[in-house]
């Protein structure tokens, strides 16, 4: 006679409970943070750096070095996407291609996408992969024409970027907005992290509403709010987790309304 399987689920512990809550919650309230894409010019460093300074880009070189022994720019450039991309990649083949190397791995150790994971994320491969300029440089063309190559890919993958990023910030609104309502509504407000939460908002909207242009300040925005909930939900209870994100998708004990 054949056994009788045994359908009932192993109990969950308390705290594997609420360690894969927060885990839900991050994944839903950071679905922007995605899977590093393939990217042969990514790197990996152990060190996790402060979100206001990982956001830098055009100006910062990641190893101090241009490759044309010229000293790195401190500030970003101004005017247009295309005033400022002549301006930059002013150095030989070498220092040109890890210029956009850096450019497309910033913000590096970050809690948001990376400019290369972004634009692949968004379909953009071509700019995600600086198609045009690397293949340049891998058939060894003159320098001029890989500068040239680079000053036109730039402000189309900064472009791409920016609108990009808004429409990543502008999908988290929503939630964002349900939770610092239920925050305030509450007496956890002034829980650890759970008090950035509202201003998080806030500049994101603004940013949102205003259609912003400035890649940096949207990527901070980004970096800040997703930093705020995930942060957040890691400093609650499981039950005051659910009372300001909702239940997990998945629960069995409830829907958030």
Same mark, same amino acid.
């Given at each position: 006679?054949?056994?009788?399987?045994?359908?009932?689920? !192993?109990? %969950?512990?308390?705290?594997?409970?609420?360690?894969?809550?927060?885990?839900?919650?991050?994944?839903?309230?950071?679905?922007?943070?995605?899977?590093?894409?393939?990217?042969?010019?990514?790197?990996?460093?152990?060190?996790?750096?402060?979100?206001?300074?990982? %956001?830098?880009?055009?100006?910062? @070189?990641?190893?101090?070095?241009?490759?044309?022994?010229?000293?790195?720019?401190? &500030?970003?450039? =101004?005017?247009?996407?295309?005033?400022?991309?002549?301006?930059?990649?002013? #150095?030989?083949?070498?220092?040109?291609?890890?210029?956009?190397?850096?450019?497309?791995? &910033?913000?590096?150790?970050?809690?948001?996408?990376?400019?290369?994971?972004?634009?692949?994320?968004?379909? !953009?491969?071509?700019?995600?992969?600086?198609?045009?300029?690397?293949?340049?440089? #891998? @058939?060894?063309?003159?320098?001029?024409?890989?500068?040239?190559?680079?000053?036109?890919?730039?402000?189309?993958?900064?472009?791409? &970027?920016?609108?990009?990023?808004?429409?990543?910030?502008?999908?988290?609104?929503? #939630?964002?907005?349900?939770?610092?309502?239920?925050?305030?509504?509450?007496?956890?407000?002034?829980? @650890?992290?759970?008090?950035?939460?509202?201003?998080?908002?806030?500049?994101?909207?603004?940013?949102?509403?205003? %259609?912003?242009?400035?890649?940096?300040?949207?990527?901070?925005? @980004?970096?800040?709010?997703?930093?705020?909930?995930?942060?957040?939900?890691?400093?609650?209870?499981? =039950?005051?987790?659910?009372?300001?994100?909702?239940?997990?998708?998945?629960?069995?004990?409830?829907?958030?309304?």
């Amino acid at each position: 006679m054949a056994k009788k399987k045994n359908t009932n689920r !192993r109990p %969950s512990t308390p705290e594997a409970k609420k360690q894969a809550t927060v885990l839900t919650i991050v994944a839903i309230i950071a679905a922007l943070v995605m899977i590093l894409a393939a990217n042969p010019w990514k790197t990996t460093s152990g060190t996790t750096r402060q979100a206001s300074s990982q %956001s830098q880009s055009a100006e910062t @070189q990641r190893d101090g070095k241009d490759g044309s022994g010229k000293t790195k720019k401190t &500030a970003k450039p =101004s005017g247009t996407l295309t005033e400022q991309a002549r301006t930059m990649f002013t #150095g030989d083949v070498e220092s040109i291609a890890n210029e956009a190397r850096d450019l497309l791995n &910033a913000p590096e150790d970050s809690n948001v996408d990376s400019l290369s994971n972004l634009l692949y994320r968004h379909g !953009r491969t071509d700019l995600a992969e600086a198609t045009e300029l690397y293949d340049a440089i #891998g @058939q060894q063309q003159d320098v001029e024409t890989i500068r040239t190559l680079a000053r036109e890919w730039w402000p189309k993958a900064m472009q791409a &970027a920016v609108d990009a990023r808004r429409d990543d910030l502008s999908s988290n609104l929503d #939630g964002a907005a349900r939770a610092a309502d239920r925050l305030d509504d509450s007496s956890l407000a002034s829980t @650890q992290d759970c008090s950035d939460l509202r201003g998080a908002y806030v500049t994101a909207k603004q940013l949102v509403d205003g %259609s912003s242009t400035d890649y940096d300040a949207l990527t901070r925005a @980004q970096q800040n709010l997703t930093a705020a909930m995930s942060g957040c939900a890691t400093n609650l209870s499981q =039950s005051d987790m659910e009372k300001v994100f909702g239940e997990p998708q998945g629960s069995t004990q409830g829907k958030d309304e």
